[in-house]
């Protein structure tokens, strides 16, 4: 019987074990920032969703909100204030972002050690070197649900599907990192043979934004299936994998929703509380 890798268990029991230790700190209190621009509905939700997440874990936080007229020197100078704010301990520019505006140029403002999303350059080379800082959230989140499950990665293979700086990339060195010790393709939608390529997998990780792209003929039996993908089809959530068609071979499956999505969030609370005693304590963070 196959495995299913709850992501609402895992992300609980995160936010559980940083609320118990938030609430006997004897410092100030957490504070996570949000950015909002424009009135993006599911933005709304995204960022209403991970407030009340940090209310859970016993953390203040702020909402930011910009008009959709907002020029780029106000949304500038929001990060930078927020940036220069030591209440802040994690700063977060929801996107999207209206087109005229910058994403880049604004969110490498947020310093590295507040940088709970992982996005800015300098979060992804410290990734890169292996220094302390912290990793973008939704490939964090597949590492916390493999290590939660306690399925091994040392010396397996591992293959990722999708190549972008958001998933792909830092999934991919999060897999190889010491102490993970996975050994790594990167595959795309130019890979040759790609279900083959997929098949040699002991860990396949998909993140395409493909609906149900990998079904039986991408897994080998006993294979570790993360689905990392999200879309829409005839009004509801799928993704990149055919959990049916694959249930009966992999041994272990993520399910879409309720998988990596969940994750995405509770790593970004775990980043606000490394994030909090980076800058309070001194503690580096500590991502294995």
Same mark, same amino acid.
């Given at each position: 019987?196959? #495995?299913? #890798?709850?992501? *609402?268990?895992?992300?609980?029991?995160?936010?559980?074990?940083? %609320?118990?230790?938030? %609430?006997?700190?004897?410092?100030?209190?957490?504070?996570?920032?949000?950015?909002?621009?424009?009135?993006?509905?599911?933005?709304?939700?995204?960022?209403?969703?991970?407030?009340?997440?940090?209310?859970?874990?016993? &953390?203040?936080?702020?909402?930011?909100?910009?008009?959709?007229?907002?020029?780029?020197?106000?949304?500038?100078?929001?990060?930078?204030? #927020?940036?220069?704010?030591? /209440?802040?301990? =994690?700063?977060?520019?929801?996107? +999207?972002?209206?087109?005229?505006?910058? &994403?880049?140029?604004?969110?490498? #403002?947020? +310093?590295?050690?507040?940088?709970?999303?992982?996005?800015? *350059?300098?979060?992804?080379?410290?990734?890169?070197?292996?220094?302390? =800082?912290?990793?973008?959230?939704?490939?964090?989140?597949?590492?916390?649900?493999?290590?939660?499950?306690?399925?091994?990665?040392?010396?397996?293979?591992?293959?990722?599907?999708?190549?972008?700086?958001?998933?792909?990339? +830092?999934?991919?060195?999060?897999?190889?990192?010491? /102490?993970?010790?996975?050994?790594?393709?990167?595959?795309?939608?130019?890979?040759?043979?790609?279900?083959?390529?997929?098949?040699?997998?002991?860990?396949?990780?998909?993140?395409?934004?493909?609906?149900?792209?990998?079904?039986?003929? &991408?897994?080998?039996?006993?294979?570790?299936?993360?689905?990392?993908?999200?879309?829409?089809?005839?009004?509801?959530?799928?993704?990149?994998?055919?959990?049916?068609?694959?249930?009966?071979?992999?041994?272990? *499956?993520?399910?879409?929703? /309720?998988?990596?999505?969940?994750?995405? *969030? =509770?790593?970004?609370?775990?980043?606000?509380?490394?994030?909090?005693?980076?800058?309070?304590? =001194?503690?580096?963070?500590?991502?294995?």
């Amino acid at each position: 019987m196959v #495995l299913r #890798l709850d992501g *609402v268990v895992v992300r609980d029991a995160m936010v559980a074990r940083i %609320a118990a230790a938030a %609430a006997v700190n004897k410092g100030p209190r957490v504070c996570l920032a949000t950015v909002l621009v424009g009135d993006d509905g599911p933005s709304q939700i995204y960022v209403r969703n991970k407030h009340k997440l940090a209310e859970t874990a016993g &953390f203040d936080s702020r909402n930011v909100v910009l008009p959709a007229s907002a020029s780029q020197a106000q949304l500038d100078d929001c990060i930078s204030d #927020l940036a220069h704010d030591p /209440g802040v301990h =994690g700063i977060l520019l929801q996107s +999207p972002i209206p087109s005229e505006l910058d &994403f880049e140029s604004a969110v490498s #403002l947020v +310093p590295v050690e507040k940088d709970v999303d992982g996005l800015t *350059v300098a979060s992804l080379g410290r990734l890169v070197r292996g220094l302390p =800082g912290h990793a973008s959230c939704t490939p964090l989140g597949v590492l916390r649900i493999l290590q939660h499950y306690n399925i091994a990665t040392s010396g397996k293979r591992a293959v990722v599907i999708g190549r972008s700086t958001l998933v792909g990339l +830092p999934m991919a060195i999060l897999l190889q990192r010491k /102490g993970v010790d996975a050994t790594v393709t990167i595959a795309h939608s130019r890979t040759q043979d790609l279900a083959q390529v997929c098949k040699q997998a002991d860990i396949l990780i998909a993140a395409t934004g493909m609906p149900r792209m990998v079904n039986s003929s &991408f897994v080998k039996d006993s294979a570790v299936v993360i689905d990392v993908g999200i879309s829409r089809v005839d009004e509801r959530i799928v993704g990149d994998v055919d959990y049916e068609a694959v249930s009966g071979i992999a041994s272990a *499956v993520t399910p879409m929703p /309720g998988g990596t999505g969940p994750m995405t *969030v =509770g790593c970004l609370i775990e980043n606000t509380w490394a994030a909090y005693l980076w800058q309070t304590q =001194g503690h580096e963070p500590d991502i294995v």
